[in-house]
């Protein structure tokens, strides 16, 4: 199966969705527009609000996936990594990216350990390069005084964490159509 689409880990708190979530799809609704593909919400917990699962179509995902269940109702390391890790391995994401934030800074090393992929932490900019389709992430090094942009040809998915904050959330687009799908966490 090739890898295909575009990812982002909305994250939750009490069910309901963070702004970060929100700032996430404007990255992503770029540059899956960029690689003709479509947008995915991932988001894992319990008991989420409905709307706020709609409002992620209405802010650009053309699907959410919802995965819930009781070890998944507060943010602990294992059961969310063996959960997006064997969604990755099912389904195949070309890219992924989440927030920096301290679920996004704990979770995406783990999973990309995991699914033996590459990740950058801490991107301020991201674009696909467009003679090979690869996510260019673009982050500050050498204690920010210089911008380093890294790519990950070799493996996929392309993982990323992006600074919360570092661009607007995307504006609701009331009446947008989208698939929100539920799945159960059996665990691992």
Same mark, same amino acid.
């Given at each position: 199966?090739?890898?295909?689409?575009?990812?982002? $880990?909305?994250? @939750?708190?009490?069910?309901?969705?963070?702004?970060?979530?929100?700032?996430?799809?404007?990255?992503?609704?770029?540059?899956?527009?960029?690689?003709?593909?479509? $947008?995915?919400?991932?988001?894992?917990? $319990?008991?989420?609000? @409905?709307?706020?699962?709609?409002?992620?179509?209405?802010?650009?995902?053309?699907?959410?996936?919802?995965?819930?269940?009781?070890?998944?109702?507060?943010?602990?390391?294992?059961?969310?990594?063996?959960?997006?890790?064997?969604?990755?391995?099912?389904?195949?994401?070309?890219?992924?990216?989440?927030?920096?934030?301290?679920?996004?800074?704990?979770?995406?090393?783990?999973?990309?350990?995991?699914?033996?992929?590459?990740?950058?932490?801490?991107?301020?900019?991201?674009?696909?390069?467009?003679?090979?389709?690869?996510?260019?992430?673009?982050?500050?090094?050498?204690?920010?005084?210089?911008?380093?942009?890294?790519?990950?040809?070799?493996?996929?998915? @392309?993982?990323?964490?992006?600074?919360?904050?570092?661009?607007?959330?995307?504006?609701?687009?009331?009446?947008?159509?989208?698939?929100?799908?539920?799945?159960?966490?059996?665990?691992?």
């Amino acid at each position: 199966m090739e890898y295909k689409g575009v990812w982002i $880990l909305a994250e @939750q708190s009490a069910g309901r969705v963070q702004r970060v979530s929100h700032e996430l799809l404007t990255r992503g609704r770029l540059l899956a527009d960029k690689r003709k593909a479509d $947008l995915t919400a991932v988001i894992l917990g $319990l008991g989420m609000s @409905q709307e706020d699962l709609q409002e992620l179509i209405e802010r650009g995902a053309d699907h959410v996936l919802a995965m819930e269940a009781p070890p998944l109702e507060y943010f602990l390391p294992e059961p969310y990594a063996a959960c997006l890790a064997h969604l990755i391995q099912e389904r195949k994401p070309e890219i992924m990216i989440a927030g920096a934030t301290t679920t996004g800074r704990t979770l995406m090393p783990y999973v990309a350990i995991k699914v033996n992929a590459g990740l950058t932490a801490d991107c301020t900019v991201l674009d696909i390069e467009e003679e090979t389709g690869n996510l260019l992430q673009t982050r500050p090094a050498i204690g920010g005084n210089i911008m380093a942009t890294i790519k990950t040809p070799n493996h996929r998915p @392309q993982m990323a964490t992006v600074r919360p904050r570092s661009t607007n959330p995307a504006p609701r687009q009331p009446g947008r159509r989208g698939e929100v799908s539920h799945s159960l966490y059996r665990g691992r």
